[in-house]
Structures are given as C-alpha cells and as structure tokens.
C-alpha cells in the first residue's frame, strides 16, 4: 500500500491551495484519514481527519479556513485549505488506517505548502 500526495505548492497570504492524497495497492477497507503537519523546527501536528463515514476533527488553528473530504471509490483524501496564513507553512502529510492483510497505519510522502506574507 502507498499514499500518494499531491498538490503542495507556494501561495500568498489569503490564498487558497488543495491537497490531494491517494491510496493504492492491495486494500481491503479504509477507516480514518487524516492530515498532518511538520513546520521547520515543530513536531508533526494533526490538521485534520475523517472517518469512513464522514465525521471530521480539525485543530482548533485551521477551523472555518480548511475542509477535509475524501472519496471513499478512489481510496482518495482531499484537504481544501483556504485563507491560508504564513504560519500554515509547513510540509504537510497524510494518514490513513488501512485494512490489507491487516489493520496497518500509513503515511504518505509529503507535500510543501508555503504561505508568503
């Protein structure tokens, strides 16, 4: 199983980018799918998840400006980040809880967003 991630890039301040994060491989079932974070010196934080039914947690910091959504039939998670902010800089990862020959925890490659100010 891989976790693909697309979509990071450089943005001004009040922008809007989206992140896209596709599963691939042998997959039985997917449960949560998340975003992570990773700014330089900082340790990972959450940004946001879902579950296999639709209910999503976001950090407090990205509330009203960011929606995650996923496509269950494309194994595919998506993060639409708008009026994005210097401080949302930061590699940015996604997760998921993936059922193959059993329950395993994946991480996909990360992708850079940059927020200029």
């Known amino acids: 199983v891989q976790l693909q991630a697309s979509g990071g890039g450089l943005v001004q301040a009040g922008g809007s980018l989206r992140l896209s994060c596709a599963a691939s491989g042998i997959i039985i079932r997917i449960n949560r799918m998340g975003w992570y974070r990773q700014a330089p010196g900082k340790q990972r934080e959450l940004v946001a998840t879902i579950t296999s039914g639709g209910t999503t947690n976001y950090a407090d910091s990205v509330k009203d400006r960011f929606t995650i959504s996923r496509d269950n039939a494309k194994n595919t998670v998506y993060l639409q980040m708008d009026s994005l902010k210097p401080e949302d800089t930061a590699v940015y990862y996604c997760?998921?809880?993936?059922?193959?020959?059993?329950?395993?925890?994946?991480w996909g490659q990360g992708t850079l967003v940059t927020v200029s100010s």
């Open positions: 997760n998921a809880d993936i059922l193959d020959y059993r329950w395993s925890d994946y």
